[in-house]
């Protein structure tokens, strides 16, 4: 997947990414359907966890509610699962408390641990009967959930393009500018040699471009494996 960027009027247009990712390639727009279809390939069934990985700020979740919605799925957040408990050490709560129960047939209805301690009200939930699992979340995609899923799906993303963007967030919830700078520094110290250590896009089996200029309503700008890819020429 690995590509050497896109044209645009003229011009290469390329992502900034971090030294230890390359840009994926080549990449295509595709609607809903053709995206739909892409998804269903790598489902048994049409059944089965999808991950959605990708750095702060790289439209993930906005990617994730999408392909949920598409799939007839449910849509679980890391930020659930790791609140007030471990913003990247989160895994440990996923697999027994949410991807084995569901994939033994049961119904997901989980506190985790940070909610019990501090009364939050509700709970994590997936309907025995839903035939997708979206689990979306920065490390989504590590080595300790990969082995327990049945697709990967990497939002790649311009690390200009995500700090605006993961600022502007951060500042809609409340945060003033500086405050939102100070938590964005402190969340990366951990994240960037988390994800350099574990580089979850190695396993994607499909790559979503996070460009703003490549999300519409309605269309998706992917890369696929070539092994995966039903426009690959395998002569």
Request: hydrophobic residues 40%; glycine residues 10%; negative net charge.
């Amino acid at each position: 997947m690995r590509g050497s960027g896109r044209w645009r009027d003229g011009i290469l247009d390329r992502m900034l990414l971090h030294p230890e990712e390359t840009e994926s390639g080549p990449w295509r727009p595709v609607g809903d359907d053709a995206l739909a279809a892409l998804l269903t390939r790598l489902l048994p069934e049409g059944r089965g966890v999808l991950l959605v990985d990708g750095r702060s700020g790289s439209g993930k979740s906005t990617f994730a509610e999408r392909a949920a919605a598409l799939l007839g799925g449910v849509t679980v957040h890391s930020d659930d699962l790791a609140w007030h408990h471990d913003a990247i050490a989160w895994d440990d709560l996923a697999v027994p408390h949410v991807i084995e129960p569901w994939r033994r047939g049961e119904d997901v209805d989980y506190r985790p641990p940070g909610w019990v301690a501090r009364d939050r009200h509700g709970s994590v939930r997936v309907p025995a009967d839903v035939r997708v699992l979206v689990l979306e979340g920065v490390g989504a995609g590590r080595a300790s959930l990969a082995t327990h899923a049945n697709a990967v799906v990497w939002v790649q993303s311009d690390r200009v393009e995500a700090r605006e963007r993961g600022l502007r967030r951060d500042v809609e919830l409340g945060r003033t500018p500086e405050a939102a700078e100070r938590f964005w520094d402190e969340w990366m110290s951990a994240e960037e040699p988390f994800l350099a250590g574990d580089r979850p896009w190695e396993r994607a089996d499909l790559v979503v471009s996070s460009r703003e200029a490549d999300w519409a309503p309605g269309r998706t700008t992917v890369a696929m494996r070539p092994d995966e890819d039903p426009m690959t020429d395998s002569r």
